[in-house]
């Protein structure tokens, strides 16, 4: 591989990177918050290659001309996959295979005097199990999640929350009571709506907390822009 092909897979990467980060392609690896750096690094990647074609171009014929083996050609492997596969958001398999991730935050913001409540899954599960919903009770909540159900059956409503990237993400989870759909699929995307309930239980796979929320009404909704939801480590 010489050098003017070194720059070509460079620029190919960098176009490709800055694709990412242009869409919302980029959300299936990392968190919102490193979109800015992923875009510098794109633009740093493009500015390499267009250098080192400059330099080839001004440099005398025949000088350090070397030959890498073929096995470099590898190399290119990892920009075809990150081009041509892109993979979907972690869904039940993985919730299941992990125990719930609920963590006690470091505080409870404020929340609406009046309406209903919109909350991400740890933000309920968090105030239902470490503020013991004091400031849930008597409020109607929406919450929107996709389903898991265990080997029983149960249903659970599961966000994924990433610190970093798409390989730290693990899952919160809350099961769900009252008037439940009959017939849930995995990996659907549901907004229930529904209340506060002191009733919990723990995960099966690392006795974790899991609050459970009554379920007053249920609908299938499109999957969300960002499939995770981002947490402070």
Not at 201 to 225: C, E, Q, S
Request: net charge positive; hydrophobic share 40%.
């Amino acid at each position: 591989m010489n050098r003017q092909a070194q720059a070509a897979l460079l620029f190919l990467l960098g176009a490709t990177v800055l694709h990412a980060g242009l869409t919302d392609l980029y959300l299936r690896y990392v968190k919102a918050g490193l979109r800015p750096l992923l875009l510098l690094s794109g633009a740093v990647l493009i500015a390499t290659a267009l250098a080192t074609v400059w330099y080839e171009r001004r440099r005398a014929p025949g000088d350090g001309h070397h030959h890498e083996p073929r096995i470099s050609w590898l190399l290119t492997l990892p920009l075809f996959a990150l081009i041509l596969v892109a993979p979907p958001a972690l869904g039940s398999y993985s919730a299941n295979h992990a125990g719930t991730a609920l963590q006690k935050p470091f505080g409870f913001p404020d929340l609406p005097a009046t309406g209903t409540l919109r909350l991400g899954v740890a933000d309920y599960a968090g105030r239902a199990v470490y503020d013991r919903g004091r400031s849930l009770r008597g409020r109607t909540v929406r919450v929107t999640g996709f389903v898991a159900l265990d080997r029983a059956g149960e249903p659970y409503l599961v966000r994924m929350g990433l610190n970093c990237c798409a390989a730290d993400a693990q899952p919160v989870k809350i099961a769900l009571t009252g008037r439940v759909p009959p017939v849930l699929q995995p990996d659907t995307w549901l907004e229930v709506t529904g209340s506060y309930t002191s009733r919990r239980m723990k995960d099966p796979v690392n006795d974790g907390p899991i609050p459970y929320l009554h379920v007053t009404g249920a609908r299938p909704v499109p999957a969300p822009r960002d499939p995770y939801e981002t947490w402070n480590s």
